[in-house]
């Protein structure tokens, strides 16, 4: 088991890389070169930038029993198909009872947007968002 991250824009690597260290986990961090991200812990790994290029990396690297952080719905999909975990930035557990949801609300809000219409913004990260990314890390590593 390893834990990938799409780290291009991923709040809360400290939470994944203690979790990581605690269970003595190996961390892949995937961002493409127009950013800069270190760590003392985590292998970094820079690819070409390029629509999906992280995503298609992150993708072609998972394997079963692997968590990928990714806040990307089609990402967590393709890797919940190779039998993957997938888990957001803010913690939240993507499953096959929940993406199909969420796919179908993202495809709405685009049509919503490509119209002319708004959608609401993300809000913004909370120290709750991190404790439940702390522990729903942890109760996906206990239940492999």
């Known amino acids: 088991m390893k834990i990938i991250v799409d780290a291009d824009s991923c709040p809360g690597r400290e939470y994944i890389e203690k979790v990581a260290k605690e269970y003595n986990i ?28 992280v995503d298609m990396y992150i ?53 919503v947007r490509r119209s002319g219409g708004k959608t609401n913004n993300p809000k913004k990260r909370t120290s709750e968002d991190d404790e439940r990314l702390y522990r729903n890390l942890i109760k996906l590593i206990k239940n492999l």
């Not at 190996?26 to 290029?53: A, R, T």
């Not at 039998?83 to 009872?97: H, L, N, V």
């Open 59 to 111: 993708v072609n690297e998972s394997t079963k029993g692997d968590i990928v952080v990714t806040q990307d719905y089609g990402v967590a999909a393709m890797v919940l198909g190779k039998k993957a975990y997938a888990i957001s930035p803010k913690g939240y557990i993507y499953s096959d009872d929940n993406i199909d949801k969420l796919l179908f609300e993202r495809h709405i809000s685009s049509k």
């Open 26 to 53: 190996e961390v892949n961090m995937y961002c493409d070169i127009n950013h800069i991200i270190e760590s003392d812990y985590s292998s970094v790994k820079i690819v070409d930038s390029g629509f999906q290029s």
